[in-house]
Nanobody, 120 residues
Framework: QVQLQESGPGLVKPSQTLSLTCTVSGGSITTAYDYWSWIRQPPGKGLEWIGNILYFGSTNYSPSLKSRTSISRDTSKNQFTLQLSSVTPEDTAVYYC????????????WGQGTQVDVSS
């Protein structure tokens, strides 16, 4: 049973960097062919894919967010992180981390989500 838990500040000031951590239990972020994603949902809007990190450490990002996004990992802690720089109020959303398997476009495990507000 894979479990994911998002953590990080719930409030970030404009122009600063949003930083979230996803802690994984019940599975390893280095398991072959798994990949790990960040997804967000702004108020009143649909889900938006931010990016992912593959089991061997390679990353992919949404074109609209690529210039501001960095996903990394700490394998010793079985965690992966999201950093979104230069945030604005438009980045306010519920942020989720997810797990997907090889060849799948769908996430089979989700964290509960964490609300992040960008405000002064």
């Amino acid at each position: 049973q894979v479990q994911l838990q998002e953590s990080g500040p719930g409030l970030v000031k404009p122009s600063q960097t949003l930083s979230l951590t996803c802690t994984v239990s019940g599975g390893s972020i280095t398991t072959a062919y798994d990949y790990w994603s960040w997804i967000r949902q702004p108020p009143g809007k649909g889900l938006e894919w931010i990016g992912n990190i593959l089991y061997f450490g390679s990353t992919n990002y949404s074109p609209s967010l690529k210039s501001r996004t960095s996903i990394s990992r700490d394998t010793s802690k079985n965690q992966f992180t999201l950093q979104l720089s230069s945030v604005t109020p438009e980045d306010t959303a519920v942020y989720y981390c997810t797990r997907s398997r090889q060849f799948s476009d769908y996430a089979d495990y989700w964290g509960q989500g964490t609300q992040v507000d960008v405000s002064s």
